[in-house]
């Protein structure tokens, strides 16, 4: 089902995203220290969520559905349906984001970063979600080595930032021309996208794709918004309670679990989504399901350990000599990083299954329920007590995942026992 080119293809495209943004930190931080790294991630999180809103929840939905269907047809008309949709939400939720910029400015980043700064992410959100369309697409086809093209135009992005951050370009230089960048890559792929879904063209019944890829827009709007205004309010909330200098410290901790999570991640969209999505409501479902947890969390309890052991060579490097946090911090961090990895094994199985409201509801208690817990427990607030709330919270993400899947399971084959038993 899955080549093994297909699968190096995935590698391929994991680093080359992790490699860019390690490169643009560490330039970050030679050049501005540990409150331009965070003062950067915190833009990065309102293009996220301007993109999210699509590549969360239609997007996934477009590779799920591709996977499952076999009329090239219908594929054609898949695409572009989520085009349409995906651009739509984007567009709408960039427009708020405009409209609030002022407000988020001043509360967000304490009046550290100016409201056009927020226009520009929101703008460079909307082009990522072009580029992700034609990648969801093609991953739907297990077509990764196509995917490892974009993973590629995409990386020029990142080094083109870091050449301005290099120079000595601010803030607002440097998302000048990440906006640029994007906008040329945008342009490009637009026209291919639109040649592909060209073939699908005219068909009557075009509509039906558009209601299925609806069903998915909830889980984008849980999932893209949360996390990143859920990120946005996590280093809000630490700036005031503790400083932009450990808000960069922990970003830099999050970053160096990336490494890991994000590779988690991506060998669990790009290699199992599609598995895991064609094998639903079948006996090989579950075994496709303990593959990918036996694949992902063993290799992932090794590699945080190593970056436990060696965390504070692995943020000199990454970084420079001023990142620096306690063991304690380091352990508890990496050790809810590996919980968050083995929540999401469960949470693309619901995917697969496409139980968008468990994905919704699941999604209030990952991030959105860290920042509720960091508000709860601000007095006396610290690096260690922080890194044991991420902990916490995502004890929590995991337990509800796997028991969703689980009722999912369960609820599919009481449905397939009944449809068997009904007289023909």
């Known amino acids: ?223 893209g918004i949360m996390s990143p205004v859920s990120m946005l309010l996590i280093r809000g909330l630490l700036s005031g309670m503790l400083s932009w200098d450990e808000v960069g410290f922990i970003q830099a901790l999050w970053r160096t679990s990336d490494w890991v999570t994000s590779t988690a991640a991506g060998v669990l969209s790009l290699v199992f989504l599609p598995r895991l999505s064609s094998t639903y409501g079948t006996a090989r479902f579950n075994k496709e399901l303990m593959r990918a947890g036996f694949i992902v969390l063993i290799p992932a309890a090794c590699l945080l350990l190593m970056i436990y052991v060696n965390q504070r060579v692995i943020l000199s490097t990454l970084y420079d000599a001023r990142f620096a946090v306690s063991d304690q911090a380091a352990a508890l961090f990496m050790l809810g990083s590996w919980l968050r990895v083995a929540s999401w094994v469960f949470m693309f199985g619901l995917f697969a299954a496409h139980r968008t409201r468990l994905l919704v509801a699941g999604e209030v208690l990952s991030l959105p329920l860290l920042v509720l817990m960091l508000w709860m427990f601000a007095d006396g607030m610290t690096l260690e007590r922080a890194t044991l709330i991420y902990l916490s919270s995502y004890v929590v993400y995991l337990g509800f995942n796997a028991i969703a899947l689980r009722y999912s399971s369960a609820s599919a084959i009481i449905d397939k026992a009944a449809v068997a038993s009904r007289p023909s």
């Open 1 to 223: 089902m899955t080549s093994i080119s297909s699968v190096l293809a995935a590698f391929a495209i994991i680093f080359i995203d992790l490699l860019g943004r390690a490169g643009l930190d560490k330039v970050l931080a030679l050049s501005g220290g540990p409150a331009m790294v965070a003062l950067w991630a915190q833009l990065q999180s309102v293009m996220d969520m301007v993109s999210g809103v699509a590549t969360s929840g239609v997007l996934q939905g477009l590779t799920v559905l591709i996977a499952q269907i076999r009329d090239e047809r219908d594929e054609r008309n898949l695409l572009q349906s989520s085009l349409k949709l995906s651009l739509g939400t984007s567009l709408a939720l960039a427009l708020v984001v405009v409209l609030a910029s002022p407000a988020l400015a001043a509360w967000l980043t304490q009046g550290r970063i100016e409201p056009v700064l927020f226009l520009l992410a929101a703008w460079g959100g909307c082009l990522a979600v072009i580029p992700a369309t034609l990648g969801a697409y093609w991953l739907g086809k297990h077509r990764q080595q196509n995917m490892l093209i974009l993973a590629l135009i995409g990386g020029t992005v990142w080094f083109l930032v870091a050449t301005g951050a290099w120079q000595g370009l601010s803030l607002h230089g440097l998302m000048l021309v990440q906006s640029g960048a994007l906008l040329i890559i945008g342009i490009v792929i637009w026209r291919v996208i639109r040649k592909l879904s060209r073939a699908g063209a005219g068909l009557p019944d075009t509509g039906q794709y558009f209601s299925k890829l609806l069903k998915f827009l909830p889980v984008g709007l849980a999932i």
